[in-house]
């Protein structure tokens, strides 16, 4: 049953869906402590600055430690990483929950939980990235991401800050309550992970390489391609203008400027998280547009241009519309990004591409909010977040025209498909995976049967499941492969860029299938 509704169809898969309830339970406790930390620091003090200072707590240990969180995702059981990283945050959460009934807490508290809150938040984020590969086969990736966007908005953006507003309310304003809540969910995430089997990192050798060694080559991997590290520096801008004052002053413009009460803000940021749904639930059941990147580019930049909205807005119903917009077309972005990036970046060297994305794209978030509060209180909290709003859309938009940024698009590698194959004569070369790997030939070995130059041109490894087998039986297995042969691949923006692992890794195994049924076809009787 599930298999006919194409976003669910992942669930239909045990591990993945023991993650997907752990991380919806424990989301939902995240979306009530989003409620709850603006509201105990305007509770404590009314003053802009109140809660960007925690903000920054959160967001400067996160960015520092996310490239050893991306290297420890690649060489541990990343199951093991994320029940760590749960296990230090549900800490946090229930320490500023103790401390918030005690009626003793202080700003600085707050900031050292945040703290540890990041840390914890650092490790979690790259393993699960580069965990949900391993959990549902290559074709249901868009189908898992959809549902992850889903879920994350439906518990987040929407469920968890109307019940965390609800809570507030129901206690006379005190968020102690809300936030031992969240403590419990992370002991039900900490659950589903303990029932999962290992899911140690996949390697494509036995060379042992040091922590730094492996940064350093995920490094040298992002360098290569545009679309990453020009995607990461967009980012990186972007949130610096509009992260600190979205997160910071709405708050600040409900409670104080509007007057409103913790459950009026729950229920605008509740509308973001259906907006969200929405475009989860339209992008799963649709196929990959066919100019991804300018697609990615073109809602990124109308959802940052909504950050405005927050600043015009006077009413709560006004703030709701521009939250719906703004969480929608970010999702829909996210969810192209997110399966692109799985299904082209090497799965070995995954969660390191996902820890530079987190720690590129984030690095400057913590400047971010040092800078709101101050600049809110010079020019206003309204004039900070319409300045954020434009400022950053024209900077996300800049970034479509840089040079090389839409040349997988024009490839049409990912165009109109669900991460399936496309055929080989639509392939265009993308990118090199660092190191040699095995090829595929049939055993025993028969007579050799000549192989197109053009397929021999994609040296790389074969599929990861199993070996696959000739029309009468026998099984394909691994032999070292020969140093590969110049290749010239389509022109793309006028250079002649290398082989992409992920598509000459299946072209290679369809041609060796090809070869071997030729060959077979020569000895028959």
Not at 14 to 22: A, P, Q
Not at 455 to 464: D, G, I, K, Q, S
Not at 483 to 505: F, L, Q, W, Y
Request: proline share 8%; with cysteine; aromatic share 8%.
């Amino acid at each position: 049953m599930l298999s006919r509704i194409r976003i669910l169809a992942p669930l239909r898969h045990r591990e993945f869906r023991l993650l997907w309830t752990g991380m919806t339970v424990s989301l939902l406790g995240d979306g009530i402590t989003t409620i709850a930390l603006a509201w105990q620091a305007y509770e404590i003090s009314n003053l802009p600055t109140a809660f960007s200072v925690i903000g920054l707590s959160m967001t400067l240990p996160q960015v520092v430690l996310l490239l050893v969180g991306g290297a420890v995702s690649d060489r541990f059981d990343r199951r093991k990483v994320m029940l760590a990283a749960d296990v230090v945050r549900m800490i946090a959460v229930t320490v500023l929950g103790l401390l918030s009934l005690s009626g003793q807490i202080r700003i600085w508290h707050m900031m050292v939980v945040a703290a540890f809150y990041g840390s914890g938040t650092a490790f979690f984020g790259p393993a699960f990235d580069a965990i949900v590969p391993d959990l549902v086969p290559a074709d249901e990736l868009t189908q898992a991401n959809a549902l992850d966007q889903f879920v994350r908005p439906a518990a987040f953006r929407m469920a968890g800050p109307a019940v965390g507003g609800w809570l507030i309310a129901a206690f006379g304003g005190r968020p102690g309550e809300a936030f031992i809540f969240d403590g419990v969910t992370f002991a039900v995430s900490i659950a589903c992970l303990t029932l999962m089997r290992p899911h140690r990192a996949r390697r494509d050798d036995e060379v042992v390489t040091s922590m730094l060694g492996d940064i350093k080559e995920g490094f040298r991997y992002v360098r290569t391609q545009t679309w990453l590290w020009g995607t990461f520096l967009a980012a990186t801008l972007a949130y610096l203008v509009f992260w600190g004052p979205a997160d910071a002053l709405l708050p600040f413009v409900v409670k104080e400027e509007m007057g409103r009460s913790a459950s009026d803000l729950g229920s605008i940021l509740a509308l973001g998280g259906v907006g969200a749904m929405v475009a989860a639930v339209v992008m799963g059941n649709r196929e990959m547009p066919r100019q991804h990147m300018t697609f990615m580019y073109v809602v990124w930049t109308a959802s940052t241009l909504m950050v405005a909205g927050y600043g015009i807005a006077r009413l709560p119903w006004q703030a709701m519309i521009f939250c719906f917009a703004f969480n929608a077309l970010e999702s829909a972005g996210l969810i192209v990004w997110i399966t692109t990036k799985q299904r082209l970046v090497p799965v070995r060297m995954l969660g390191r591409v996902s820890s530079f994305d987190w720690f590129i794209s984030i690095g400057l978030v913590p400047l971010s909010y040092a800078f709101t509060g101050p600049v809110a209180e010079i020019v206003g909290a309204r004039a900070t977040l319409v300045g954020a709003g434009l400022i950053g859309g024209m900077i996300t938009i800049a970034f479509l025209f840089l040079p090389g940024m839409r040349a997988i698009e024009r490839s049409g590698a990912l165009a109109g498909v669900h991460l399936e194959l496309t055929p080989e004569s639509e392939l265009v070369a993308l990118g090199p995976e660092p190191g040699p790997e095995p090829e595929l030939v049939p055993v025993p070995p028969l007579e050799p049967v000549p192989v197109p130059a053009s397929a021999e041109a994609f040296a790389v490894e074969p599929a990861r499941e199993s070996s696959p087998a000739t029309p009468n039986g026998e099984r394909l297995v691994p032999q070292p492969t020969l140093p590969p042969a110049e290749v010239s691949a389509p022109p793309v923006d006028g250079a002649s860029p290398p082989v992409d692992p992920v598509i000459g890794r299946h072209t290679r195994a369809l041609a060796e299938l090809r070869a071997a049924r030729e060959r077979l076809r020569t000895v028959a009787p």
